[in-house]
Each structure stands twice: as structure tokens, then as C-alpha cells.
């Protein structure tokens, strides 16, 4: 939902009878954008009012729905922000009357006059708001810090759960109403527990390894609350969704209680949200839940068991588990892959004030996914595909490219590039013979003159973007990450990087479900990628072999990229180090024949390009997070640019006692 689209699709029970003090609960999964005060004010607003339409007790937002999660530092290095969002959740506390709101906000840390502040400047924090006044505030307990997260830079744990009454509420009209001081709060007569995000995740019975020592939920349910309320903003990634049901399930069955969880949609940078709020009765079954990837508004009753289920995207099931062995061809993810990237995309574009994007075109496979997932992201008609064929391209990429592009319906030109790099090539010609006189030879290893194409594609795009305001997508996957493939300037240049998560098997996987399952609103052939596309070896089109005359594959320079990904998989699932890498059975191993020594060939050259490829990691674009792991995101995994030292075969005992024998001089 667009800031001048004031209304939310609205999913009713069946037999929903309206009413205050009849326990209804109106669910408004919202997409917000960090700092965007007035905007998001504007959206809770709009679903407060179609909450108000329902008769509903209490309407409950997203964590930090009014800032936006994450805000990540703007808030510690602008301040000024923490103070105008306390101003606009006064102003939304005025609006209210009797449909009460839970809105997520950012509470600045208000020591008294003598007291001196010790830790962050905030709490994330959400207001129970009602009858004009701000009535009650809840802190957040468990600050993550791994992974995606980073919200122990800007917030303070705090030592109490549920709801208080701080000192800086006496300026609004305060008046709590809480119940025997428990922390719960009553809403037209029915009592509740309300927690946010990350204090749903820490049950030390579910979890084998509990990140934190304290459970909030505990303290929380041991006061017998009629439901419990959890305020999230969860990005969606692969296989979560599982963790997500059967943790809410096991809460809820474990203390009796119906629990409520509230979940933000839309992405920001490279946090995908993926919505699914849902609700779960005392027995722990699922009776509610809303659209994924889609702002929506869900009216439930939990005392009932009252509310409408939306299905998951794609034939994984909520209860389906991450699969116990690598799966070059698993397709139990690529639903929702695909509508996480389309959201992805779409709110990239929007937030950032664009509408238009230019993308290089060459009939391989990653720009031919990457066109389709934009084409259906921001309208066929936003999307300049162009192909820059050199004097090596072959025809048949070329023409797919063209084939593509006609069958999405996009605007296409083509630009060959040949005179270009040659007069780039003529022009450092000149100079080479002076630099290696005075700076030496030039190093045989580089493929500095190949890339000259792909710097020179790139640079167009770049310009065609300048002209025309239009982002530049860069079409590097996963797989090319981690092996130091991408062209720093050149193929991975851009302003987004759709695909960076995900892996080249995954990828050709994807290609083939665009095939057959892209939905009927997308008013583009459903076979609209060509079948050579899809089959052919991938590579650059940067070299020939001089030995053949034959185009150089992407696999004959690297590994097959089945291994490659495998061990992508085995690192982020397994953590397996390269001896155990190197005696586990492998995918790869069960389809084709793979001698030992070819094995440690592979893993050497592995990890020796990966420890090269860290410095492209971090200039690379934002890319957008899918995968349960693994991901090279900069949201994601902080890896040391220098650290390429390090020895990924380890080290014997006496290989160990032989260096530290050997004279260092410092």
C-alpha cells in the first residue's frame, strides 16, 4: 500500500458478530518505512479507523511499527527522531477512542535530573493507546544481535516484562489501566500479556541451545493472562516459517493460552518481512492467519477460535522442516522465493523514490531471471532490458535476449560494444609499455582485458540509468559471490542485487517454475523464458580456449556449481570444516564419478577464492535475503575483508609444533 492509498484489504471471521467486550482483535499487518514518521503514522491511522468500522476491542501493529524496523543507527546519530516519534504517538493516543491500539514505538531512556544514564539512549518498546491517552508501555527484554539482526547498537534490554508506567507518561494523561500491578492490562474486561518479537524466542524446552538465560514468556504467562500478544517484525528466509509455526504452537500448548502474533510485511534494503500474522487457540492450533507478503488487515477472536487461514506461498507445508541433505533440485522453497524477491524489488524501488530500472540483457541465466522478477515487480513497462553484444557473443544469446525481452513485453535496444572495448583497449595500449617501465610487467594472472567488456556494459547501463532515472540491476547470484566470479564493476554493478542469495542451482531451479507457475495476473506468457536459456552452461561470454576456439564455461574455469553450492549449504547448515567436507559423501558424488584428489582440488579452490572474494562482498549491492543462511549480505554476515589467511585445512599437532619452532622475527 502506497502513502496515498489509505485502505487495507480487511478479512473477516465467518461469524463474526461486532461488539465491544466480545474479545475481537484486529491484526494490521502494515508495511513501513524506517524514520518515515508521518507516513507510517498514516497507515496506522487508516487501520485504526477500519478497526474502529469493526467494532473491534483492540488493534494490534508490528514492532516499532511507527519508527519502522529497523531504524537501525539513524536514531542514535539523529536523535531528534526518538523525540517527534514520542510527538506522533501522542497524536495517534488522541485519535483513539474505544478500539484500543498496540503500537510499536521508539522510547527514549528519561533518567531523572540527578540520576546519570548508564547504556543506550532507547528501548523498543510498543504503547497500549485508548480513550485519547497513552495508557500503558511495554519493553522489549531480548536485544538480538546475530545474524540479520543488530538491534543491541541502538536498544536497551529491559529488566522487566509487561506493562509499566514510566515517569515521562505524566505529561499525557496517563492512566493504566493495569491489572494488580502484574504487568497485564485489561481491555474491555478480557486480560493481556504483551511481549515483543525476539522475547517469543527464547524457550529453553524448544530451543536445544537458548541464546539468553532469562525466558520472558515465563514470567509473563506465570500471571494467567487470558492471551498472549507478540508484536514482530520476523523477516521471512527459508524454512523460518516452520521454526515460526511450531514455536508458537508449542507456546501456546505449553501454558494454556491463546497466543497472537502480529507480524510486519514489505522490505527494507535487504530485510525481507513476509507478514503471516496468526493466531493460535490454547491447544496450540492455528486458527488464523493472514496473507503473505501483503498488507492486510485480520479481525480474530481468540477466545472463540475465530479468524480466516491464508495459505502459505508454494506446496511447503508450516510444519515441513529444512531438508536434512543438500537438493540441487529442491523446489519446496521457490514460491515464496519468488513473491519475497517480488516484494523486495518493488519496495526497494518505491522507498528509494524510483520507478524505472535498466538491466543488461545477455541470454544467459541469471539476466534472464532477474528480468522476469523485475518485469513482474515494477511493470514490464519500467523495465529497459539491453543486450551489448561483443564480437564474441554467440547469436544464440543473443537472440534469446531479444526473445526474452519481446515475451515479457519490456522495452529493448541493443547496443554492440565492440568499437567501444576496442578503442578502450587502443587507448591503455598507449600507455602499458611507459607503466612497465617505471611500475613493472604486467601480471599474467589478471583478466583485465577480458573484463574490459563487462566494465564497458556496465558503464552503459550506468549512463542509460543517469539519462533516464532508472536504477541499474546487477545480475550476480550467490554462487558468483562466493567464488569471486562477479566483475567489481561490471556484472555485479548496480543499485540491487535481486539474486545475490541465491545459489546458481537454485537459481536454474527458479527458472523453470517462472516457467510454469508465475500467476495469472502477470499478463506475460507463462513459458517466457526460452528452454536454451535455461540449459545451456553458464559462463561470462568473456573468453574463448585457444586450444578449441569453444566460449570458456563459468564451470570449466571453476567447479560444477552443484558442488560449489553444496558446499555453500554445508557451510551455512553444517558448519563443516574443510576435512569434514572433504570425507563426507557429497551430492555431486552420488550422480557423477569424483576421485578424491579431484575432490580436494575443488575445496582448496574453493575456499581460496572465497577468501579472495571477501573485498567484492562489500562492494557489492544491497542483496536481498531468502535463504535460511549463508546469505553475504552486508545485513547478514560481517566477515573480515583482510582476514584471507586464514588455514582452511587446519593443522596437524606436528605441523603446529613445527612453526612454532621456526625463528619469528616481529
Excluded at 518485469?375 to 532490458?385: F, M, R, V
Excluded at 568499437?419 to 594472472?445: C, H, K, N, Y
Excluded at 536481498?624 to 560481517?638: C, F, N, P, R, T
Aim: charged share 20%; hydrophobic share 40%.
Amino acid at each position: 500500500m502506497n502513502q496515498t492509498n489509505q485502505t487495507l484489504p480487511i478479512s473477516l471471521p465467518s461469524r463474526f458478530s461486532a461488539g465491544y467486550g466480545q474479545g475481537n482483535l484486529a491484526l494490521a499487518q502494515i508495511n513501513v518505512s524506517p524514520g518515515d514518521l508521518a507516513g507510517n503514522a498514516r497507515k496506522i491511522m487508516a487501520a485504526l479507523r477500519m478497526a474502529e468500522q469493526q467494532v473491534v476491542d483492540l488493534v494490534i501493529f508490528p514492532e516499532l511499527a511507527l519508527m519502522g524496523y529497523p531504524p537501525r543507527d539513524v536514531i542514535v546519530r539523529h536523535p531528534f527522531l526518538v523525540a517527534e516519534n514520542l510527538k506522533w504517538l501522542a497524536g495517534i493516543a488522541e485519535s483513539t477512542n474505544q478500539t484500543y491500539a498496540l503500537v510499536g514505538f521508539v522510547e527514549p531512556r528519561l533518567p531523572k535530573p540527578s540520576e546519570k544514564r548508564i547504556g543506550k539512549a532507547a528501548f523498543n518498546a510498543a504503547a497500549l493507546l485508548g480513550e485519547g491517552k497513552i495508557l500503558a508501555i511495554f519493553r522489549k527484554s531480548l536485544i538480538p544481535g546475530y545474524n540479520e539482526f543488530e538491534d543491541y547498537r541502538q536498544f536497551e534490554s529491559s529488566p522487566v516484562s509487561g506493562a509499566i508506567a514510566p515517569e515521562w507518561l505524566t505529561d499525557v494523561n496517563l492512566h493504566p489501566p493495569l491489572q494488580d500491578g502484574h504487568g497485564l492490562i485489561t481491555v474491555h474486561g478480557h486480560c493481556y500479556a504483551v511481549s515483543i518479537c525476539e522475547d517469543l524466542w527464547n524457550d529453553p524446552e524448544f530451543f536445544e541451545h537458548p541464546r539468553y538465560p532469562d525466558n520472558p514468556i515465563e514470567r509473563l504467562l506465570s500471571q494467567r493472562p487470558e492471551a498472549l500478544i507478540n508484536l514482530s517484525s520476523s523477516p521471512s528466509r527459508s524454512h523460518k516459517e516452520s521454526v515460526r509455526h511450531q514455536l508458537c504452537s508449542y507456546v501456546a500448548k505449553k501454558y494454556g493460552t491463546p497466543l497472537v502474533y502480529v507480524n510486519q510485511v514489505g522490505t527494507v534494503d535487504e530485510l525481507s518481512f513476509g507478514g503471516a500474522s496468526r493466531a493460535y487457540d490454547g491447544q496450540g492450533q492455528l486458527f488464523a492467519r493472514a496473507e503473505s507478503f501483503q498488507e492486510q488487515l485480520l479481525v480474530i477472536n481468540p477466545f472463540k477460535g475465530q479468524g480466516s487461514i491464508a495459505p502459505l506461498p508454494g506446496p511447503q507445508s508450516a510444519d515441513s522442516p529444512a531438508a536434512p541433505t543438500f537438493q540441487a533440485d529442491d523446489t519446496t522453497d521457490l514460491a515464496r522465493t519468488y513473491q519475497s524477491l517480488l516484494q523486495g524489488i518493488r519496495d526497494y524501488f518505491a522507498k528509494t523514490g524510483f520507478q524505472k530500472a535498466v538491466l543488461g540483457l545477455s541470454g544467459g541465466l541469471d539476466s534472464a531471471v532477474v528480468a522476469v522478477l523485475v518485469a513482474d515487480a515494477l511493470g514490464p513497462e519500467n523495465l529497459l532490458t539491453v543486450s551489448m553484444p561483443s564480437a564474441i557473443t554467440p547469436e544464440e544469446n543473443r537472440s534469446d535476449a531479444q526473445t526474452i525481452a519481446e515475451n515479457l513485453g519490456c522495452p529493448w535496444v541493443e547496443i554492440p560494444i565492440g568499437s567501444i572495448t576496442a578503442a578502450f583497449t587502443q587507448e591503455l595500449s598507449t600507455v602499458r609499455a611507459s607503466v612497465e617501465a617505471t611500475w613493472g610487467p604486467v601480471d599474467a594472472r589478471s583478466n583485465a582485458a577480458d573484463n574490459v567488456q563487462a566494465i564497458s556494459r556496465a558503464t552503459l547501463l550506468r549512463q542509460l540509468g543517469n539519462e533516464f532515472r532508472a536504477l541499474p540491476v546487477a545480475t550476480s547470484d550467490k554462487s558468483e559471490f562466493y567464488l569471486g566470479y562477479a566483475t567489481v564493476n561490471g556484472d555485479m554493478s548496480g543499485a540491487l542485487a535481486p539474486i545475490g542469495d541465491v545459489c546458481k542451482t537454485k537459481v536454474r531451479a527458479l527458472a523453470r517454475w517462472l516457467n510454469e507457475h508465475r500467476p495469472e495476473t502477470v499478463k506475460t506468457p507463462k513459458n517466457v523464458l526460452p528452454l536454451s536459456v535455461i540449459t545451456k552452461p553458464s559462463g561470462a561470454d568473456l573468453k574463448r580456449d585457444p586450444q578449441t576456439g569453444e566460449l570458456i564455461t563459468a564451470e570449466a574455469e571453476l567447479m560444477p556449481y552443484e558442488f560449489a553450492d553444496e558446499v555453500i549449504w554445508r557451510l551455512k547448515t553444517l558448519n563443516q570444516s574443510h576435512a569434514q567436507l572433504l570425507n563426507t559423501p557429497f551430492y555431486y558424488e552420488q550422480q557423477h564419478p569424483l576421485p578424491s584428489a579431484q575432490k580436494a582440488e575443488w575445496l582448496d579452490k574453493f575456499f581460496d577464492r572465497m577468501s579472495k572474494a571477501v573485498f567484492k562482498w562489500f562492494v557489492a549491492p544491497p542483496i536481498l535475503m531468502v535463504e535460511g543462511g549463508g546469505s553475504i549480505a552486508k545485513s547478514d554476515y560481517h566477515h573480515p575483508i583482510v582476514a584471507n589467511r586464514i588455514h582452511w585445512q587446519g593443522h596437524s599437532p606436528a605441523e603446529i609444533r613445527a612453526i612454532l619452532a621456526e625463528r619469528n622475527d616481529c
